[in-house]
């Protein structure tokens, strides 16, 4: 079998038995095509020692823990699927091991910040303005993961009890609650939306059934138009645009949750984490700012 045809039958694998993303399927085809790439086409029959080879210049390149980590799970789980499906009598992957990973505390936006935010989103009433503002609404109001935000259904909102049904990860569904501003923002923001459909006849059949519609391929805003429209927010705000992102948000919608008295079980569930020691480390990021806050602010840590 050819390497192409190979990775083609594991990422439909992968899509129809694991309900992997459309985003980790796109980064296992990545992967996977610079590993074919790497081995001039003959990925598939490779043996154990060319597979080292590959991930030495990996890690000679500089890639991030994390990054190489991904790759040698996609590497890994390929060479699985060629060995039960036959394509292959071994597995040349199985005893590979990938680089030790630190677990980094995630960034964070303080209460401050985010009320920045919304101040500047506020200050514009066009339309552009009123779908930025909903979109930080629900995202700060629900934590939700950017694909989940921008791929919204214009039915968003519509729940009798006020709450969105998210399909997560791994196709795992989760029930969020929105506030009142949330809601309100839906509404606004709907009441001009049809201004942004696009013009062309097919790429408003793709948009008509997304919260915010798009010309892309996919109907909807990407996740990358988004990123960009936060960190230009960001700058309106005052703020510092690197350190402004819809993951951040994230983040902050989880510790902000648990500074204010949210159990961590509850947070998870919100978050769509399959395993709470994901959630856990929110509670790390609480204990390095309690010890900041003692070393600066008890009356005994000063000199």
Request: net charge positive; proline share 5%; glycine share 6%.
């Given at each position: ?188 923001w709907k009441a001009v939306r049809a201004q942004t459909l696009p013009a062309e006849e097919a ?101």
């Amino acid at each position: 079998m050819r390497d192409g045809a190979a990775i083609d039958a594991f990422l439909e694998m992968m899509s129809a038995e694991r309900a992997a993303s459309a985003n980790t399927l796109a980064a296992y085809r990545r992967d996977l095509t610079d590993v074919s790439a790497m081995m001039r086409g003959k990925a598939t029959t490779a043996k154990t020692p060319a597979i080292e080879t590959v991930l030495s210049r990996f890690a000679a390149s500089g890639l991030a823990a994390s990054t190489a980590a991904r790759k040698l799970s996609a590497i890994k789980q390929f060479y699985k699927f060629l060995q039960i499906e036959d394509v292959r009598p071994d597995n040349p992957a199985m005893n590979l091991r990938g680089p030790k990973q630190g677990r980094p505390l995630p960034k964070i936006m303080s209460e401050d910040d985010v009320d920045a935010l919304f101040a500047a989103a506020q200050a514009d009433g066009s339309p552009k303005g009123l779908r930025v503002l909903c979109q930080l609404e629900i995202l700060y109001a629900a934590g939700l993961r950017v694909s989940e935000l921008v791929s919204l259904s214009v039915r968003a909102g519509a729940r009798r009890d006020g709450c969105l049904l998210i399909k997560g990860k791994g196709g795992r569904e989760r029930i969020v609650p929105l506030t009142g501003a949330a809601l309100e923002a839906i509404t606004a923001w709907k009441a001009v939306r049809a201004q942004t459909l696009p013009a062309e006849e097919a790429a408003a059949a793709r948009a008509q059934n997304f919260l915010f519609p798009s010309r892309s391929k996919l109907g909807h805003m990407t996740r990358e138009r988004f990123a960009q429209t936060l960190k230009d927010l960001a700058i309106k705000a005052g703020l510092v645009p690197s350190q402004v992102s819809p993951h951040v948000l994230r983040h902050a919608f989880a510790t902000h949750l648990l500074a204010r008295g949210a159990d961590l079980r509850s947070v998870q569930k919100l978050l769509g984490h399959a395993d709470i020691s994901t959630t856990q480390i929110y509670t790390h990021v609480l204990d390095e700012r309690l010890k900041a806050l003692v070393l600066t602010a008890h009356p005994l840590a000063k000199p």
